[in-house]
């Protein structure tokens, strides 16, 4: 009788033990979503009190990998191949995202931006939703915020279609056309397209930027825009 209760005491004692090694792990992911979501809204909110600038229209060239092309016709043509997940095209469009802006807006070279998605699902869902905004003619002002905000983590859950619409929204993008583009992720054809492009020009990974057809390639051990200005004049 005695071993029979020391037998029940082991496996109470055993139950206890699951149950707070189960109590503990469940904890930990909790706090790890929390802290996770935390950050995001925290990033989020970089884009408080952004206002649009006024729209650019664009266009796609089918004949070049169906890039969103903005400012066609100059004689200075800029390609930047992107993946909007990637974290060193962070670091590029950090420091030359409003150089290539001006050069935009004040028509001194047409560029071809190339969205790109081999990094996951979330880099197909943010390209889709890049197009959407190009569509409403603000790409430039969705491009940018897309990499204000990008995840530390790629595929972290981050970029669904409900956060794209929200950082569009952020910015002054509400339309019911951009909403029902991404939610319908309407321009996957323009994706898949711009993704299967990438042998034909030769591209293998983010960033990668062509000047006037020339690759160009840093010297600098990271992106700065005095030389890549430099090199934009001299192509």
Request: net charge negative; charged share 20%.
């Given at each position: 009788?005695?071993?029979?209760?020391?037998?029940?005491?082991?496996?109470?004692?055993?139950?206890?033990?699951?149950?707070?090694?189960?109590l503990v792990v469940v904890t930990g992911?909790?706090?790890?979503?929390?802290?996770?979501?935390?950050?995001?809204?925290?990033?989020?909110?970089?884009?408080?009190?952004?206002?649009?600038?006024?729209?650019?229209?664009?266009?796609?060239?089918?004949?070049?990998?169906?890039?969103?092309?903005?400012?066609?016709?100059?004689?200075?043509?800029?390609?930047?191949?992107?993946?909007?997940?990637?974290?060193?095209?962070?670091?590029?469009?950090?420091?030359?995202?409003?150089?290539?802006?001006?050069?935009?807006?004040?028509?001194?070279?047409?560029?071809?931006?190339?969205?790109?998605?081999?990094?996951?699902?979330?880099?197909v869902r943010a390209a889709n939703a890049?197009?959407?905004?190009?569509?409403?003619?603000?790409?430039?002002?969705?491009?940018?915020?897309?990499?204000?905000?990008?995840?530390?983590?790629?595929?972290?859950?981050?970029?669904?279609?409900?956060?794209?619409?929200?950082?569009?929204?952020?910015?002054?993008?509400?339309t019911a056309t951009f909403a029902d583009?991404?939610?319908?992720?309407?321009?996957?054809?323009?994706?898949?397209?711009?993704?299967?492009?990438?042998?034909?020009?030769?591209?293998?990974?983010?960033?990668?930027?062509?000047?006037?057809?020339?690759?160009?390639?840093?010297?600098?051990?990271?992106?700065?825009?005095?030389?890549?200005?430099?090199?934009?004049?001299?192509?």
């Amino acid at each position: 009788m005695a071993k029979q209760q020391v037998k029940s005491g082991d496996n109470v004692t055993r139950w206890i033990v699951i149950a707070m090694v189960l109590l503990v792990v469940v904890t930990g992911v909790v706090f790890s979503l929390m802290s996770q979501n935390t950050k995001e809204n925290a990033s989020l909110a970089a884009l408080d009190g952004t206002k649009l600038k006024p729209a650019v229209t664009s266009t796609i060239d089918v004949t070049n990998g169906s890039a969103i092309v903005l400012n066609p016709g100059t004689t200075k043509v800029i390609d930047i191949w992107e993946d909007p997940q990637c974290p060193v095209c962070k670091n590029f469009e950090d420091a030359n995202g409003d150089y290539i802006d001006s050069l935009i807006r004040d028509k001194k070279a047409t560029v071809r931006f190339h969205v790109l998605s081999f990094l996951g699902d979330e880099s197909v869902r943010a390209a889709n939703a890049s197009f959407c905004a190009a569509e409403e003619g603000q790409y430039l002002d969705f491009h940018h915020a897309l990499y204000a905000v990008q995840s530390p983590l790629e595929n972290s859950g981050f970029w669904s279609n409900e956060k794209l619409l929200a950082i569009g929204k952020k910015i002054g993008i509400s339309t019911a056309t951009f909403a029902d583009c991404v939610t319908k992720e309407s321009k996957l054809d323009l994706v898949k397209a711009n993704y299967d492009s990438m042998p034909s020009f030769g591209v293998k990974g983010t960033p990668t930027v062509f000047i006037n057809g020339k690759l160009w390639e840093r010297k600098s051990p990271d992106f700065n825009v005095a030389e890549f200005s430099t090199a934009v004049q001299a192509g």
